[in-house]
């Protein structure tokens, strides 16, 4: 829908909107979330009628589920020294070059003059006041305000990032939920719920945190709220 929105000129000729999708997450990341996320998206993308999907293969991925070889755009991979304005200005060229009308992208990359949809997964790190440290947090930040529109995953995402960039128009950040692989996430069985209670040694009700191992800090509301409990 955002999308076809973004390409009213295709629109009206009855034509499919041209799409460029980076796929640098995938390649960077690809056991995170984003990861996950951009997988199980192409796919439904690529089988829609009304949308002409190419992808961004960045350094020869070998795991791009369900998009044909001749989708494929070979493509640099992001490395530690990656420059932002370069990588945008090889993007906005194969733009160019297939007369593409929106890029679907990370936070890691923008284009230069192509409308763009951003991908926001949270916004921990502006919540937790971190300085940028790599350059690819800097391109966040310019694809946060670049952006002509940007798909958050959760109203509370959307929530953190309309206050954190209030000169954004609040209709161009949307939710878009990213929903449970069906057969892996699923309610565990009463075996399986008492199985784990006496295994841990767990009699009463309990907090499960999930998340990367870090020392909180005890202004943080987990570190209230462990203490609180």
Not at 115 to 129: E, G
Not at 191 to 218: E, K, M, S, W
Request: hydrophobic content about 45%.
């Amino acid at each position: 829908e955002l999308m076809l929105a973004m390409s009213t000129s295709r629109a009206h000729a009855a034509a499919p909107a041209r799409v460029l999708v980076d796929a640098v997450a995938i390649a960077a990341l690809p056991e995170s979330g984003a990861a996950r996320y951009c997988q199980a998206l192409i796919p439904r993308l690529m089988a829609a009628r009304s949308l002409d999907v190419l992808v961004l293969d960045r350094g020869g991925l070998n795991d791009l589920a369900g998009v044909p070889v001749a989708a494929c755009i070979p493509f640099p991979m992001v490395q530690s020294s990656w420059s932002g304005p370069a990588d945008s200005a090889l993007i906005q060229r194969i733009c160019d070059h297939y007369d593409i009308d929106v890029v679907l992208g990370s936070l890691w990359t923008t284009s230069l003059k192509t409308p763009l949809i951003s991908i926001v997964q949270d916004m921990v790190a502006q919540l937790r006041d971190l300085p940028p440290t790599h350059p690819c947090d800097v391109e966040k930040d310019l694809a946060l305000t670049y952006a002509a529109r940007l798909l958050c995953p959760s109203e509370q995402t959307r929530d953190d990032l309309v206050s954190f960039y209030p000169e954004r128009p609040p209709e161009t950040v949307r939710v878009g939920p990213a929903g449970g692989k069906k057969g892996r996430f699923e309610p565990a069985s009463q075996h399986r719920i008492d199985t784990f209670r006496r295994a841990q040694g767990l009699g009463d009700d309990y907090v499960l945190c999930l998340g990367a191992p870090y020392v909180p800090d005890p202004q943080e509301p987990l570190a209230a709220t462990l203490a609180a409990v």
